[in-house]
C-alpha cells in the first residue's frame, strides 16, 4: 500500500509501524456551591505540575537538541500563564459552577475559534502549542504518564511512528534513536513537533489524513521524508529506488558548489533546463542560491495570503514583481496569474489544505470576476517593462479561454501605452488541456505542465481524500500516456514546454519524463541541485526505451522495476565521489 | 489610560518569540497593558491575544498602560517594539 503526504523532514527510513492515537477523555459535570473552590484548587495544581513538567522538558531540549528549540517551550509556559487560557478557565469554574476539566475544554474550545477564524496559515499552525498545553493541562488534572513513552522502550526497533498527531512536548520525550521516523496524520512543516525531529535528522511526512486508520501497527513501512511517500510492507525495488534518490542528492551535496554554476546536460550532451518554483518573494535568494536559470512558476495567489482575500493594490503587485525580476536578472521570471478561490479569495492549496477541485478557480475565476485580473495584468505589463517577465494562466481548459484573456491583455496593453511583448502561457493540469495542446499551443506562447492537478484530474483521485491516498499515481500509464502526448504536439508546434508539478522535484521521475521527451523543469529551489546531478549520468536515449515500455506498464510496481536501472545510472556519480564511498 | 503608538519592524511581524518576549517585559510592570491593532484590542500579558492581533511587518499598535507604573511601561514596550523585539 502507497500513502503519499508532505515530506517535510528529508530522509528515509524503514521500520514496524507503531500507531498512536491520542484518545479525547473529557469529563463534565456541574458543580455544588461548595465544590468550587475545591475545583479551582485542581486547577492550580495541575497548572503546577504543567509548569514544572514544561521548564523540565525544556531543560532537557536545550541539553539534547538546542537552545533554539527549547524556546519553543518557553512560548508555551508563557501560555500556560496567559489570562486567556488557565485564568479563563477559573473563571468559568466560578461563573457558570462547571467542573475543571470541562472550564478547560471550554477555555480552550473559545481559543481555537479565535485562531481558526484567522486566515494566516503560519498562526494556524500555532494552534499546535495550544492544543499541546492546553492538552498536558488537561491531562494534569488526571495525572498520568503518556504511555507512548514507555511503549517505544518496549517494542522493536527501528520504529517509525504513525500518530494521529504528536505534540511537541511528547515527541521531546521520546526516544528518537528507537523511532526513525514520523508519520503523521495532520501537520505542516513549522509545527514545533516537525522542527524538532528535523533538526534531530529524523525523516518525517505529515498531513496524511487517515494513515493512523490505515496502516496496522506491526507493519513494516518505509517512509521518504524528501517526497513524502510512505509505503506499507514496501517491495525491494521501492526500498532500492529511494536508496538511490538519497545516493543521488547525497552525490549533489557533495558537488554542489561545483554544479552550482554548471548548466544541466545529460551524459550523451542532451541540454535541459532547470528553473525553480517559488511561493515567497523574499526567498528568491534560494532560488540564485541554488544555480536556477530562471524562475519556472512563481505562485502569486501567495501574495493573498494573510490579506483576508483582500485584493492586493497594482502598486504592490508592481513592485514585488518588479523585485523579482532586478534579483533574478537577466534571467527569467515566470508569474502565474492568481490561482485562488473566487468567492473565499484564498490561493487553492494544490496538494492539501482547503480547495475547490471543480471550483471556479484560476483563469475561470478570472474571466468570470475579472478586476481583480485586470490590475494583476496591468502590473505585470507594467513589470514586464523592467525584464524578461512571462505570464503563466492557470487552470485553462480550453484555447476560448486564451482568446479572452489576450484580449484583456491586449486592451490593457493598449491603456498603458506600452508594446513591450510578453510571452503568454498556459498551464497543462486538466485532461482537457492535456488532450487539446494542438489547439492551445496556437494562442499560447508558452506551455507548463502541472502535474499534481494532473494526476489528480485523470486519476479521479482528490488528494485530500485519505481513502484515496495510495490511489494517486504518478506514473500510472493513463498519466505517462497524456505527458507523452502532450510532449509530442509541443514539440510538433515547436511550443517551449515545461513541467513545474511534484514529478520535476524528484531526479528519478524527471529521468523517466525526460524519456518522454520533456526538456525543461521547474522545481523547489532545493531540489535542483539532485535532479542536476542525476542528469548528468542519464542517457536520453536509454531513458528513452524506458519510457516507451512503461507507458504500457500495468501497475506501479512494474514501472519502479523499469526504472530502476534509470535510477541506478543517475545514482553512478555517487559511487565516482571518493568523500561518499566511505 | 496612558497610550502611544509603535510601529512593528521585525522582519517576521509580532511572532511567537517577539510576543513572548513583549509579555515578559509586560508582565514585569504592575500596570495593566493593552495593545490594539485596529478593532482589536487584547491584554499586553497575553501571548496568545498578541498573537491573534497578526501583526506583521510595518503595522502600527497602540499601547495603553494603566497603573502606578504606566508611563515607565510604554516606554519600555515602544523601545522593545521599536528594536524589533530584540533584547537591547
Known sequence: MRLRGRGVAPGLAVGRALVAVREARQVRYRLASSGVDRERQRLRAARDRTRRELEEISARVSRTVGSAQAAIFAAQLLMLDDPLLARRADELIRTERINADWALERAIQELHELFAREGDTWLRERVGDLSDVGGRLQRSLRPARDPLIDLVQELEAPIILIADELSPSVAAQLDWTRVQGLVSDVGGPTHHTVILVRSLGIPAVVGLGGATGLIAPGQLTAINGTTGEVVVDPPDVVVEQWRRQAEIAAAATLALGELRDQPAVTADGVRITLEANLEIADEVHRVLDAGAEGIGLYRSEFLLDGSGGQAISEETQFRTYRGLLDAMHPRPVTIRTFDADEVQGVPVMRGGGRRDVFGLRGIRAALHHDDGFRTQIRALLRAAEHGPLRILLPFVTSDEELRQVRGLIDEARRSLGTATPVPIGAMIEVPAAALTVDQLARHADFLSVGTNDLIQYTLAVDRTDERLAGHYEPTASAVLRLLRGIAVAARRLRCPLSVCGEMAGDPVLVGLLTGLGFRSFSMAPAAIPAVKQGLRYLDSRAAAVVARKALRASSADEVQALIAPLAAAMAAGHARLPAASG | ?88
Do not use: N, W, Y
Open chain 2, 1 to 88: 489610560m496612558m497610550t502611544r503608538e509603535a510601529m512593528v519592524t521585525s522582519p517576521l511581524g509580532l511572532h511567537a518569540r517577539a510576543a513572548a518576549r513583549f509579555v515578559r517585559v509586560a508582565s514585569g510592570f504592575r500596570s495593566q497593558i493593552r495593545v490594539t491593532r485596529g478593532s482589536r484590542t487584547t491584554d499586553g500579558k497575553s501571548i496568545l491575544g498578541l498573537l491573534l492581533l497578526a501583526a506583521a511587518r510595518g503595522t502600527v499598535l497602540t499601547i495603553g498602560a494603566e497603573g502606578v507604573d504606566a508611563e515607565e511601561a510604554i516606554d519600555a514596550l515602544c523601545a522593545l517594539t521599536a528594536r524589533g523585539f530584540e533584547d537591547s
